[in-house]
């Protein structure tokens, strides 16, 4: 299955703000490309990433075909309490992955 | 001003005598730039588009479209009461004008995203802030690009 990677801090002073980065490896097929033989090589995407801080999401994206192999996302949030970050991303044929990070916010 | 047209005329005929040209005519419905004009009017409505306030990092010429890494940062205060609510891509000639929409609020803290996006061609690409307020700011930035996305492998 899906391999993902995710950079975020363990500790973290409150209110700071830290900045996360992911990666998941998925071919992100465009559905524009063509195999050897002329047909049609169908999508296969990763539509939707949602990170989510203690049950609160704090950062979505919605993917098209022109986000490069291997999504790649660096955003930040604001360390508000000790917890856990979850990642997921969703995506064609029923992709579906989650990751999960915790930090300690003093 | 005028220097700099003719070396980017320059590079897109240079890309274009590699083969680059001859390949384009393979890729099925290539988006126009009124399709992206269009895709962006489906986001905004009919709110104004200000240029300003959002910075497009994209490197000027890019190797391989492949993975082209964008950054894009809206200036902002990023508190409950002013904060960017959200930032679209778009691309002029891609297959299609869309490339990703973030969502974010003021617990991002700030509005800084990157990814790495796909190119199908030497085009502009077009940032847009979306705040709180309900108004729209934008950004572009011109890319050249040697080895296009869709058509061939990474």
């Known amino acids: 299955m899906a391999n993902a990677l995710i950079n975020a801090p363990d ?40 990170c989510t801080y203690n049950g609160t999401e704090v950062f979505r994206a919605e993917l098209h075909p022109a986000i490069a192999a291997n999504p790649f996302f660096v955003f930040s949030t604001v360390a508000t309490e000790s917890g856990t970050l979850t990642f997921q991303w969703t995506g064609d044929n029923g992709f579906s992955a989650t990751e999960t990070a915790t930090i300690t916010v003093d | 001003m005028d220097r700099e047209t003719s070396r980017r005329e320059f590079l897109v005929s240079a890309a274009a005598g590699l083969g680059l040209g001859a390949v384009i005519t393979v890729v ?63 691309t002029e000639l891609n297959p299609q004008p869309e490339v990703v929409s973030f969502r974010l609020g003021p617990r991002a803290g700030r509005a800084r995203v990157s990814t790495r996006i796909r190119l199908a061609n030497t085009q502009t690409v077009t940032a847009i802030g979306e705040l709180s307020d309900g108004s729209f700011w934008s950004a572009t930035a011109a890319v050249v690009v040697t080895l296009a996305a869709c058509l061939e492998d990474a």
């Open chain 1, 11 to 50: 500790r973290a002073r409150r209110g700071e703000i830290i900045e996360i980065k992911t990666l998941i490896s998925h071919q992100m097929e465009t559905g524009y490309r063509r195999s050897q033989l002329g047909a049609r090589i169908p999508r296969d995407i990763i539509r939707l990433f949602v």
């Open chain 2, 28 to 90: 099925p419905a290539h988006a126009t730039p009124q399709e992206a004009q269009e895709a962006i009017r489906k986001i905004v409505g009919s709110a104004p588009v200000t240029k300003g306030r959002v910075k497009l990092e994209l490197p000027p010429l890019s190797e391989n479209g492949n993975t082209v890494p964008l950054t894009v940062s809206v200036e902002s205060a990023m508190t409950p009461a002013d904060h960017v609510r959200a930032i679209h891509v778009f």
